[in-house]
Structures are given as C-alpha cells and as structure tokens.
C-alpha cells in the first residue's frame, strides 16, 4: 500500500522491548495511523484490503457481535474488499479431533451472514483454510524468517502455552502466528481490525512481510506491511464477570439464542451487593460490563445509564439489558432463521469465497516463488 500524504508512516517497530509488548511511542504511532486510515477509507476504499476471521469452534456470542463482526460490517460497507477466513485447521491446535468443525463452519457462515457481511457485493469473500493449499502453502518461506526464540515469546504461543499447562503444545499452535501472516498476506492484506491489545500479535506479520521484501526485493515489493485498524469497542466479560465472554466457559449470549434464552441467561449474570448502579470499570468490572452492553445497544454513554438507574439496584440493570440486547438481536436472528432454511446457501457463499481465495493465493505464490528465483513451469 503506498503511503497516502494524509495517512502518516506505519509506526517502526525497532523499540519493540518483546513481542508480547510494544513501546509507548509505537503504540501511540499505530494510534495515529489508525485513526488516519478511518478517515482515509470513506474517500479511497479501493487502496485498502481486509482480512480477518475466526476459528470454528462453534456458533458466534455477542462479544464477537460488538468486538468485531459489526466492525467488518462498517468497513465491508465502506466499499473496502474484505476477506473472512474461517481457521478450520486451527481447531486442531488445541483439540484432538475435528468432530464437528464442518457443522461448525455452517453455524458461523449463518452467523457472519446475519450480522451483515454480503458475498453478494463482489467484494465479501468467506472460504475456509483448508480449501486453500497455497495460502497453506506460504508457511514454508514464512517459516525461514523467523526464529524459535521469536516463537518462544510470541503473546499467542506464550498465552496458549500458560494455558495448556503441562500438557504440551503441537507444532501447529506452536507456529499458528506464522499460519496467521500466511492468512493476512496470502490475499495481500494491507489492514487488520484489531483491539488495542492486540496490536502485539500483528507484529510477527509486519516482520515477515518486511523480512521477505529485504532479502527478495522486488519492484514492486510483494508484501505489504498490514497496518492495524483500531477498534474503541472494549472486551466484553462473560456473564461470570471474571473472563472474557468465551462458549467454552459458559459465559457467553450466543447470537443464536432465543429471546427467553437470552433473558434468563443475563438474569443470572454476577453483579455486586451495591444496590447503586455506578460505571466504574476498575472498582465495579461485573456491573461495568453489563452497562457497556446496554451502551452498545442503545448508543447512550454508560455513566449516563448508571445514573439513570441509580438505587434500582442489578434487577433494574438487568431488565434494561434484556430489553435493548433482545432488541438489537432481534432482525439479527429473523435473518439467521431465514437463512438457514437454505443449506445451498452457505455452501454457495463458500464456493466463491473458496474460489476467490485460491485465485488470491496462488498469484501470490507465484510472486513469492519468482521473488525467490524458484522454477516457474509453464505448459501451453
């Protein structure tokens, strides 16, 4: 992506102490370039790639609906071409089987199609990993640039592996941030919506892209160096207040629940004894995220809908939340339901993503191999 006069430099990433950290001058760098960017897409969407998705490991909860399918949304409708991988091979890198990915793969293409994403723009594109061999293929020269040591204190290894225990990490998770820059640059992503703490994770891909260009220079370069696309929304906790909201910790409003599933779901959320509802996110996290939610669906500030319920204690709370999360759910799960009774559709939707994808991928390990003098075959 070429540097626009009104889109500052991406932020250089030589102060980075670690990968799991990164400095404050270049945190508040790739701030800065965020923020330019949103201004930049409305007027020039055609510069601009996105590629983003999600592992299937079931159907999709609220946190995914406000932390990210309804920033897709926004972008996708600013005209930008936007990519949606489904990370069916990544499923593996916790779990011994696949039992119930392809069922699952369904559950989030209905999912993706109700929150808003349209195949039938031209420019949405859904498919999964596995139906793609030269994105998968690019894991190869990936992995030439990158060291273990590097591997060893990436956020996403090093989280996974804290989780695990003592049970041992496979290779696949162990190398899934490398399998992450092969998703992103294999369709020449060039921006990436992320949270604010994720910014660490985008790291590994910027220096692969960056370490291909300077050992196999071409003009012009074959990667771009993906800049990050901030998003305000905050984490959203699980319904246990302790965590973020996760299916496997049975924490979570999955988008697909009914409306009395919901309600009683939200009912039993862990609040506090203080019968007064104040937003105070440190003190306060339980009730705090509850407030977001109903802000979320309502567009009010949070400490205004505190203070609008004052002594109503968390039953008021809750009641409010049930009211305006149903509601805002609601045209979500009428199209869901519609959908769904069209199986052919979702599998028409991935066709074509598949199909554009592999077009994407395989030019790019075309560029890749001439950039590296590998032999090109030719048959007439």
Known sequence: ????????????????????????????????????????????????????????????????????????????????????????YQVLTDRDTADNVAANVREIVLDYLAAGLDPENGRTFIFPHSHVPALNQLLVPFLTFVSVPELDRNPTVKEETRAAGLRQINALMYTYPVHQAADILSVKGNIIPVGKDQLPHLELTRKLARRFNTRFPSDPAVFPEPDALLSETPVI?????????????????????????????????????????????????????????????TGRPPEAIAAEIGEGGSGKLKGL????????????????????????????????????????????????????????????
């Open 1 to 88: 992506m070429s540097t626009d006069a009104t889109v500052p430099p991406a932020p250089d990433s030589a102060n980075t102490a670690d990968e799991t950290t990164i400095s404050t001058d270049t945190f508040q760098a790739a701030v800065r370039r965020s923020e330019a960017l949103w201004k930049d897409i409305p007027a020039n969407p055609h510069k601009y790639r996105v590629l983003t998705g999600d592992r299937p490991t079931g159907s999709l909860h609220i946190g995914h609906l406000f932390g990210s399918l309804q920033n897709r949304v926004k972008i996708q409708n600013l005209g930008v071409t936007t990519f949606i991988v489904v990370a069916d």
């Open 237 to 297: 906790l699980g319904l246990d207040g302790g965590q973020k909201m996760s299916k496997s910790r049975g924490n979570a409003v999955m988008l697909k629940a009914t409306a009395e599933e919901t309600a009683k779901l939200l009912k039993s959320a862990k609040t506090d004894s203080n019968r007064l509802i104040t937003f105070e996110p440190e003190a306060r996290p339980e009730v705090a995220n509850l407030l977001r939610l109903v802000s979320l669906c």
């Open 321 to 380: 939340l049930v009211e305006t999360l149903n509601s805002t759910l609601a045209p979500l799960r009428a199209r869901r339901a519609e959908l769904a009774k069209d199986p052919g559709y979702v599998a028409s939707v991935l066709k074509r993503g598949i199909e554009r994808a592999n077009a994407e991928a395989e030019a790019t390990l075309t560029a890749v191999r001439k950039a590296m003098g590998m032999v090109l075959l030719t048959w007439n």
